[in-house]
């Protein structure tokens, strides 16, 4: 954890609970820590825009943060969406012009108030960052800049649902987790005799959001919506991105350094999808301070150079024995005073036969991977510090085709998106690619570098995917995710392509077999070697911990075993978020998820999905329980997606509901 500091520059108040109401009269729950002194000495407003609950679903990060940047002098605003926590009105679907309006809407109430100055910035992770970048791009006349971290630009090409135009296992997994976090009831102690109400009211108007997430299988209007890469020139508000190596967001960074006009600068570490002050794996950063310096030049115009920070810092990896999680990441920051850099060269590689170098295949290669390869490939945001991170990748080699480098005599820096350019066939109208590029360890372990998957498909287009003419070769390209990671002297480059990533990918309704006629892999490599840190930060620092009582320990686990009759291999993942009752006003919360991921080697239409949220609330004499159950299965032309959401108060149901929808495979 950060250091902790509680003697700010201005002693500071909170409103636990600030109704702002939207103009159709919802109103809106807010909490809102600011100076005492703001109404003789106004402040500007910073947002973070959540359906994640600030009573108890953000609690950790909320009290280590915004105390913090409200005792510099800021007004710190963390609003539950509608919909959500301790809010009214009903939320439809994710990043809704609703919830986009009820920002600007929330934007203009504060800056109107008399302890605010006028100027106004927005923040958040995730789901905030993307908000962030998403307000932005609407720009509200106070919003001046933003923070927005783990966040992607483009919804359909880089987010939780599709990716290359394959479909993510998270997509079903996110559905199933949305399902659960908005089921929770109100705090009644806030909502009063109505909680109940507007609880029964949520449940009963609950989207099922698996269906639509699932049935958009191109890029289509609805995934544009939102995705700021269809104007970039929208965004006028300083943007400062931040990023993680061990997240699934971390090319937005380098996206938005290179394409904005706006004021931007990036940031990416070797962190997991957390906030860069308390996110593993190690080193953490001062973030407070550079959101400090960030806030304190755009929206009360400090000269403090910010705007003079190198446009992209990103931390080098060094390379490590691959295990499903490390505390720390050794490495070293880089620093480059623009992107892309002048000092990032390109070399490229032939895929040969069984090597990469300058010799060209001789022979066509056949890739048919088994329905399980992908089993080391980790989640795609990890999350719980738990076993989620890439492990060792020879049993995921074994089953794809590899090309192998010789051994380096020199260091290489990897810095950028790696592009593997191919000739390939299928035999089946739809198949996809997986491209992993791994670093060959002298000690015998593949280590994963980065890797790209692409739904062949969509090769030429992924608003107009068209479906493959068998055996017929083509050109694709496969762009893997940004890195920046060193190679050393004595180890080797492998290029490891498959046809199958389960269950980070689902499979194709066929077992494909591709056909690799030639390949070129273009390697971005930074030219100068860095011998130690380019950039420095400031150490990590946070306000007071929240205080609580924790009254069952978290847990993360993850085992992946073979049925010795049937040869079903299942990926089994437990995570108990544990149950903590906080000590300020008696509130009780805990969560466990329980996910299984099963598929035999030899069918794709054998891959089912099963996951399960349960979520305790309460106080003294009142208790309630939410159990959200999904199923996911396929045949050769549907998916089958069942859901069941049980709500209970004091043991006695108050709701239950079922869904069963069948969802038509176009393209996946």
């Known amino acids: 954890m950060p250091d902790i500091e509680t003697d700010f520059e201005r002693d500071i108040v909170e409103i636990a609970d600030q109704p702002i109401v939207m103009p159709d009269g919802c109103r809106l729950s807010a909490r809102i820590w600011m100076p005492k002194d703001a109404a003789d000495n106004p402040v500007p407003v910073i947002l973070e825009h959540l359906p994640y609950r600030k009573r108890d679903g953000t609690i950790v ?3 280590l943060t915004h105390p913090w940047m409200a005792g510099q002098g800021y007004a710190c605003i963390r609003v539950d969406m509608r919909g959500n926590g301790d809010s009214e009105g009903l939320m439809e679907d994710e990043y809704t012009p609703q919830e986009l309006q009820d920002a600007c809407d929330v934007i203009a109430w504060a800056t109107a108030q008399p302890w605010c100055s006028g100027t106004a910035g927005m923040m958040g992770i995730s789901w905030g960052g993307f908000n962030s970048l998403q307000v932005a791009a609407l720009h509200p006349p106070a919003l001046k800049a933003i923070i927005t971290i783990c966040s992607t630009v483009d919804r359909f090409a880089d987010d939780i649902h599709f990716k290359g135009g394959c479909l993510l296992g998270e997509n079903f997994g996110w ?27 949520r449940l009963e108007q609950m989207p099922f959001l698996a269906r639509e997430w699932i049935s ?20 006028e508000a300083a943007v400062l991105s931040i ?12 996206h938005l350094v290179e394409n904005l006009d706006a004021p931007v600068k990036g940031i990416v570490g070797p962190w997991i999808h957390k906030y860069p002050h308390y996110a593993g794996p ?38 490590i024995a691959p295990k499903r999680w490390v505390d720390e990441r050794p490495g070293r920051w880089i620093a480059e005073s623009a992107w892309p850099s002048p000092q990032i060269d390109e070399i490229a590689f032939q895929l040969g036969d069984g090597c990469l170098g300058e010799a060209e295949m001789t022979a066509p290669v056949l890739v ?25 990748q020879t049993l995921d080699d074994l089953r794809s085709a590899c090309f192998d480098g010789e051994v380096l005599t020199n260091p290489l820096d990897i810095v950028g998106a790696p592009k593997l350019v191919l000739r390939v066939a299928s035999d089946r109208p739809m198949a996809q690619l997986v491209v992993r590029l791994c670093d060959l360890r002298p000690d015998g372990t593949s280590a994963l570098i980065t890797m790209g998957v692409l739904n062949l498909t969509h090769s030429k287009s992924s608003e107009r995917p068209e479906l493959l003419t068998p055996g ?15 190679i050393p002297a004595g180890h080797r480059l492998r290029i490891a392509v498959s046809t199958a990533c389960w269950p980070f990918i689902w499979p194709t309704p066929e077992r494909a077999t591709v056909t690799l006629e030639a390949g070129t892999l273009a390697l971005p490599y930074r030219s100068e070697i860095a011998d130690g840190d380019e950039c420095s930060f400031e150490k990590p620092v946070g306000a007071a911990p929240w205080q609580h009582e924790n009254l069952r320990p978290s847990v993360s686990t993850r085992q992946s075993e073979t049925d010795p009759v049937t040869g079903v291999v299942t990926t089994t993942i437990f995570n ?52 959200a159950d999904m199923e996911m299965r396929c045949d050769k032309n549907w998916f089958y997606i069942t859901g069941k959401l049980v709500a209970t108060e004091n043991g006695e149901v108050m709701f239950d509901r079922d869904w069963e929808k069948r969802i038509a495979r176009r393209f996946v």
């Open 61 to 63: 990060r909320d009290s």
């Open 175 to 201: 559905a199933a987790n949305m399902l659960s976090y908005s089921s929770r009831p109100p705090d009644p102690l806030l909502l009063g005799p109505g909680w109940r109400e507007l609880w029964l009211n």
């Open 216 to 235: 958009r299988q191109a890029r289509d209007d609805y995934w544009k919506h939102g995705s700021v890469c269809e104007d970039f020139g929208a965004i």
């Open 243 to 254: 990023g993680g190596w061990h997240d699934g967001y971390r090319n937005t960074i380098s």
């Open 282 to 319: 190690e080193p953490r950063i001062g973030f407070l301070q550079e959101a400090k310096r960030w806030w304190d030049h755009w929206l009360k115009g400090i000269d403090n150079g910010a705007e003079s920070l190198p446009a992209y810092r990103a931390w080098l990896m060094d390379s």
């Open 368 to 392: 048919s991977s088994p329905g399980d390869c992908g089993s080391q490939a980790g989640e795609y945001f990890p999350f719980a510090y738990g076993p989620e991170l890439p492990d060792e």
């Open 472 to 486: 017929e070769v083509f050109e694709t390209a496969v762009t893997l995710d940004q890195i920046a990671y060193r």
């Open 576 to 627: 108990d978020a544990g149950e903590n009752r906080d000590l300020e006003h008696g509130l009780i919360s805990g969560s466990t998820t329980h996910e299984r991921w099963s598929i035999h080697p030899d069918d794709p239409l054998s891959a089912t999905s099963h996951i399960r949220w349960e979520q305790t609330n309460g106080r003294d004499h009142w208790h309630t329980g939410t159990v």
